[in-house]
C-alpha cells in the first residue's frame, strides 16, 4: 500500500533553514503529483507547495514563493521541502501528500494519500 514517510521538522529561530524529505513507497512514484501541506495550530490543513510528476511544474502557496523549495527525485522515489528564512507564522505539522486528481492544487480534498507529518516549530 501507499506509504509516505515524512522526515526533517524540528524547531528553528526565525530566519532558520529546515529541509523536509518525504520517502514514498507502494506505487510508481515517477506517476504521481506530490506535495506539502501544512496544518496551523487549530487551524485547517493548507497547502504549501506542489510538483508536477517529473518536477516540471512547480506551485507554491504565497507567503512560501520565495523562501521555499519543492523537488523531487525520482530515482529514490522522494520529495522534499527547502525552507528558508522561516518566519513564526511557518508552525505547523507539514505533511506530505500524494496522487493530486487534479482543479485546486492548495485543497487537501484534491489528494488521495497522506503521510503521518513532522512538526516544524518556528520561534521568534
Known amino acids: 500500500q501507499v506509504q509516505l514517510v515524512e522526515s526533517g521538522g524540528g524547531t528553528v529561530q526565525a530566519g532558520g533553514s529546515l529541509r523536509l524529505s518525504c520517502a514514498a513507497s507502494?506505487?510508481?512514484?515517477?506517476?504521481?503529483?506530490m506535495g506539502w501541506f501544512r496544518q496551523p495550530p487549530g487551524k485547517e490543513r493548507e497547502g504549501v507547495a506542489a510538483i508536477s510528476r517529473l518536477g516540471v511544474l512547480l506551485y507554491y502557496t504565497d507567503s512560501a514563493k520565495g523562501r521555499f523549495t519543492i523537488s523531487r527525485d525520482n530515482a529514490k522515489n522522494t520529495v522534499s521541502l527547502q525552507m528558508d528564512n522561516l518566519k513564526p507564522e511557518d508552525t505547523g505539522m507539514y505533511y506530505c501528500a500524494a496522487g493530486f486528481d487534479g482543479g485546486e492544487w492548495f485543497r487537501s480534498n484534491r489528494w488521495n494519500s497522506w503521510g503521518q507529518g513532522t512538526q516544524v516549530t518556528v520561534s521568534s
Open positions: 507502494g506505487f510508481t512514484f515517477s506517476g504521481k503529483w
